[in-house]
């Protein structure tokens, strides 16, 4: 019980990223493993917002009285994670585009019937 | 035999993992330099949410750099596209009335779409005051013309005007930066008043900044999203 108390977070993230690497590394659909690249990108997003909490603490904004300093947590993982999941969108998009590029050139979605591409 | 490999290479990260991760614990207090960022965020910003500090002012150039990222991400798909939309588009006229969307969906849809403007410039306007800013907002606008495109598959958005808001979202933050380098000599530095904390008008250029990159990063998205749809048009 405590060993999950104390680490489920990074049980969870860690989880997530093992998951999407062995989407990645196993699966020869290309949209498989795409969705294997984005497991690892919220894996990844969950693992630094987690390091930044403190038990205890609420959210950095001081729009009440009585926050203050001491009981918020780390500001900064939340302000990179903010616009890394955003462009995470963006990036799926653009790696779900080209394999639609890559679909019509092969008409197939496989890597293993792709000519010139071998594991 | 790849599975078995595979396995290997993912039971060495996890190893990594444990062993790195067993040493930083979990929901203790181990910030060193945001102590700095709560403690000083809002005079020396004005913003109550540090958050938002962090991104616009103290890290404002990174954050620069991660818009042009989404840019990059958004031009490129359009050019992975692009040659597909002009054969797709003779072919849609021929296509019968049958693919319509159900007329609930459709009302539904005209009846949320304004609502969900307002909620996302509402998010990206208070960013400075309250949990949200620009990439929420407008990943909320971008979501309400996404239920747009679904209920009306036939029609799209006039990609002139969008393009015309989204460049000169781009750069109004970079001529805010640019007036930063003017008047107090760094780049993106704070140059308006600071105001009162926790009012509407306060944090300098943190809320123009911040309604900027909500256009920007919505219309950006619709873009990526009129670029996929296009296709299926």
């Known amino acids: 019980m405590n060993l999950i108390y104390n680490w489920m977070y990074y049980i969870a993230s860690g989880g997530l990223i093992l998951i999407g690497l062995y989407i990645v590394l196993v699966k020869t659909n290309l949209i498989k493993i795409v969705i294997g690249l984005h497991f690892i990108n919220t894996g990844v997003n969950i693992l630094l917002i987690c390091i930044g909490y403190i ?65 | 035999m790849r599975r078995i490999i595979s396995l290997i290479i993912l039971a060495i990260i996890a190893v990594g993992f444990i062993l790195t991760f067993s040493q930083i614990p979990f929901g203790k207090d181990k910030i060193d330099v945001a102590n700095y960022y709560i403690k000083k965020g809002i005079e020396e910003t004005g913003a109550v949410n540090i958050v938002t500090s962090v991104v616009l002012n103290y890290r404002g150039f990174d954050t620069l750099g991660e818009v042009t990222v989404l840019f990059i991400a958004a031009l490129g798909l359009g050019a992975v596209l692009f040659v597909e939309r002009k054969v797709q588009k003779n072919a849609s006229n021929s296509e019968d009335e049958s693919k319509r969307a159900s007329l609930i969906l459709r009302t539904g849809s005209n009846l949320l779409f304004p609502l969900i403007l307002l909620f996302g410039a509402y998010v990206f306007v208070h960013g400075h005051l309250t949990p949200g800013g620009g990439f929420q907002g407008g990943a909320i606008i971008a979501s309400g013309f996404l239920l747009m495109y679904l209920a009306f ?29 003017i008047f107090s000599g760094y780049f993106l530095t704070n140059f308006l008043p600071k105001g009162i904390p926790n009012t509407l008008f306060s944090a300098g250029i943190i809320p123009i900044i911040y309604v900027a990159v909500g256009l920007k990063v919505g219309f950006e998205l619709t873009g990526i999203i009129d670029d996929l749809m296009g296709r299926s048009r």
């Open chain 2, 153 to 181: 598959p036939k029609q799209s958005i006039d990609k002139k005007s969008s393009s015309v808001v989204e460049s000169l979202s781009g750069l109004v933050f970079v001529g805010i930066g640019l007036l930063g380098l």
């Open chain 1, 55 to 119: 038990r205890g603490r609420t959210a950095p904004i001081f729009s009440k009285p009585g926050i203050n300093p001491t009981n918020v947590v780390d500001p900064v993982p939340q302000a990179l994670v903010l616009t890394a999941i955003v462009i995470g969108v963006a990036v799926l998009a653009l790696a779900l585009s080209i394999v639609i590029k890559v679909y019509e050139h092969n008409k197939t979605l496989s890597v293993d019937q792709i000519k010139g591409l071998k594991w």
